[in-house]
């Protein structure tokens, strides 16, 4: 529990009001949660949650209804996609859709050149700069989504509006 007293889904401690407890970049994203009118506060979970299935396994939610943050890299520029946990992106069929020469996953230091963010803890936003961003469609099924932030031990939930807004996200079937 925090000195507030409130607690999120598995135990987890919501941090609302305690931003200077979080880890560093996940201080620049719940800035720009705040900038945006997002009300989900950073919880900041006791195991690392790098993957979808930590992630839903710790907050007690399905995989799918985690926005897996992946980055690829598409006409020389990162490409964040924010993806369901429940699936796989397509990047042949993906890059067709979107008109792009190709898709490929980033380097890990492309990632984090990109993001500011390691691999594993990515976020929709607490980035050093604006992204073109894909947000997958099959994300909306769900009334909460849960997203990285900014470190594998931090998330917080938002709407699937929420996410398309926060990004300014081109929606879109990815797998």
Known sequence: MTAGGAC????APRLAGMTDALPARSRLVAASLEAAGISGKIVVLPDAASTAAL????LGV???AIANSLVFWSDDAPLPIMTSGAHRVDTAALAQRL?????RRATPEQVL???GQPIGGV?????????TTVVDEALAAFP????????PHTVFPL???ELVRLTGGAVSRVA
């Open 62 to 64: 399905e995989v799918g």
């Open 113 to 115: 050149t990109a993001t």
């Open 144 to 151: 909460e989504i849960w997203a990285a932030g900014g470190t």
């Open 99 to 103: 008109g792009r020469g190709g898709i």
């Open 159 to 161: 709407t699937f509006d």
């Open 55 to 58: 992630a839903a396994a710790a």
């Open 8 to 11: 999120d889904l598995a135990g």
């Open 123 to 131: 976020a929709p936003t607490g980035h050093p700069a604006p992204l």
